[in-house]
């Protein structure tokens, strides 16, 4: 396994494997790998001869009071783990490398990205999607494998793949949760252990909705109460947002008939997390 810190290094071993016509998996991260990364490599590794991780805590897509310095890093385990998982590259910039100081060019969505995470963290999406544009044109990927945790991001990117022709497959790997039912993030590792306890609350209140929806409750009034009741249980979460959402468009429903995205986001102290849930027959 090569660790590649030159964006033109990788440009050039990527262009080369292109050129002799190797498919090229690409799994966008910025590192402090868990299980939830290993799958999408082994999704990228399943579908290309060559599979590029990279590792860059991407620093325009953290507001100015986020948490850019807190985000948690280890970069031997990280490497560790790639190479296990059959990694070929693993691209790691650091941030000079990656931005010129009078750079001038980004990318912005204006639709898909504007609610959810995006209203509650202006200029992210466009910090993700300069990065990812960047990192497309970088490693030269056949196939780029995301998580459906983040699934609002998801969602933007496919559509900036579409809008702009970007010549890439993209491809969601499952929500992986902790045995508890937490979903698995990076962040997690920046909480209490009483605020580690309560993030199932996250979970609890997304299974109370698909409970109760499954039950045939299709109001999402109704089924956000639920959830509220549920989230009460735990006191050092604060709800950031709980929105239903046509899955496709992101525009907010009134009653579930379409495959609807249940996002949420809650402020502990320490972390700001994220889950979330399609409901669909
Ligand atoms: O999901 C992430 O870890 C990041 O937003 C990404 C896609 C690697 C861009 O920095």
Redesign the pocket.
């Known amino acids: 396994m090569i660790v590649e810190r030159s964006p033109d290094e990788m440009q050039a071993t990527a262009l080369e494997w292109r050129g002799q016509g190797l498919s090229v998996g690409l799994v ?3 590192g402090f790998l868990h299980e939830g990364h290993l799958s999408l490599v082994r999704i990228a590794r399943a579908r290309a001869e060559r599979v590029v991780v ?1 590792l ?3 620093p325009t ?1 953290f507001g100015p009071s986020e948490d850019y310095q807190r985000y948690p890093r280890d970069e031997a385990r990280d490497l560790e783990l790639c190479h296990a998982a059959g990694v070929d590259v693993v691209f790691a910039p650091d941030a000079p490398s990656m931005y010129a100081v009078d750079r001038s060019v980004s990318l912005s969505e204006n639709r898909l990205s504007k609610g959810l995470c995006g209203a509650s963290r202006p200029g992210h999406f466009d ?2 999607l300069t ?2 544009a960047k ?1 497309f044109l970088l490693c030269q990927p056949t196939v780029a494998v ?2 459906e945790k ?1 699934a609002q ?1 998801l969602r933007v ?1 496919r559509r900036m793949v579409r809008d702009l022709n970007f010549p890439v497959a993209i491809m969601g790997g499952a929500l992986v949760r902790e045995s508890d039912g937490l979903a698995m993030s ?1 962040r997690n590792k920046l909480l209490s252990p009483e605020e580690r306890s309560q993030a199932v609350g996250l979970h609890q209140a997304l299974l109370a909705i698909q409970a109760a929806w499954e039950a045939g409750e299709v109001r999402t009034d109704a089924l956000r109460a639920h959830a509220l009741k549920v989230l009460e249980r735990f006191p050092l979460a604060k709800l950031d947002y709980l929105e239903f959402v046509d899955d496709i468009s992101l525009d907010r429903v009134q009653e579930i008939s379409e495959p609807t995205l249940v996002a949420l986001a809650v402020h502990f102290p320490s972390a700001r997390l994220i889950d979330n849930l399609v409901l669909q027959r």
């Open positions: 966008p991260t910025m990279s860059f805590v991407n897509q910090g993700v990065v990812v990192l995301f998580g983040d991001q990117i990076s």
